[in-house]
T-cell receptor
């Protein structure tokens, strides 16, 4: 069974731009969560989607948004990028109600 | 509020020696607790998890962890480390609102 797939693996953007990251969960998993990992703040929960609905949201500004499609694939979008948005963005999928989650290898976003 | 604390930022261990990584949690009820490992440039791999039952949990790669409610701890152990164990280790706790992670412990293996 294929794991969680995140694309792209690396991304370089400049301040003020926007970016969209993609996550394909493990087949059969309907829950997708997103995390931001930085050296200073560690791993922080962004949001969780289940059956195309946002179920939980972390403490991030409205510039961070996401969505989930009917095939459970998810995207997250960051608008008006700031230098502090440079991070590894991790996606994780799980069956409904299952904890913990299965993680992808992440997208490394660098803001210049 | 739920929180997970890993007191040690770095740990250095000689190859073949035993290992214990500390994790303390703060949860209102019996938590779901986990340990993950992250190698450079990769995502998180689950080592083991505790939901209920036997407080000594066996995981992959020869790791185990013990849940101690009286000490609010869930420490990770391995009797003999290998050079390939060098990585970042994260303790985490979970509930309905996603996972909460500790800051991580960087494990260095000395030859």
């Amino acid at each position: 069974k294929a794991g969680v797939t995140q694309t792209p693996r690396y991304l370089i953007k400049t301040r003020g731009q926007q970016v969209t990251l993609s996550c394909s969960p493990i087949s059969g998993h309907r829950s997708v969560s997103w995390y931001q990992q930085t050296p200073g703040q560690g791993l922080q929960f962004l949001f969780e989607y289940f059956s195309e609905t946002q179920r939980n949201k972390g403490n991030f500004p409205g510039r961070f948004s996401g969505r989930q499609f009917s095939n459970s694939r998810s995207e997250m979008n960051v608008s008006t990028l700031e230098l502090g948005d440079s991070a590894l963005y991790l996606c994780a999928s799980s069956l409904e109600g299952e904890r913990p989650q299965h993680f992808g290898d992440g997208t490394r976003l660098s803001i210049l | 509020a739920q929180s997970v604390t890993q007191p040690d930022i770095h740990i250095t261990v000689s190859e073949g020696a035993s290992l214990e990584l500390r994790c303390n949690y703060s949860y209102g009820a019996t938590p779901y607790l986990f340990w993950y490992v992250q190698s450079p440039g990769q995502g998180l791999q689950l080592l083991l998890k505790y939901f209920s039952g036997d407080t000594l949990v066996q995981g992959i790669k020869g790791f185990e962890a013990e849940f101690k409610r009286s000490q609010s701890s869930f420490n990770l152990r391995k009797p003999s480390v290998h050079w390939s164990d060098a990585a970042e280790y994260f303790c985490g706790g979970g509930g309905a609102d996603g996972l909460t992670f500790g800051k991580g412990t960087h494990l260095i293996i000395q030859p």
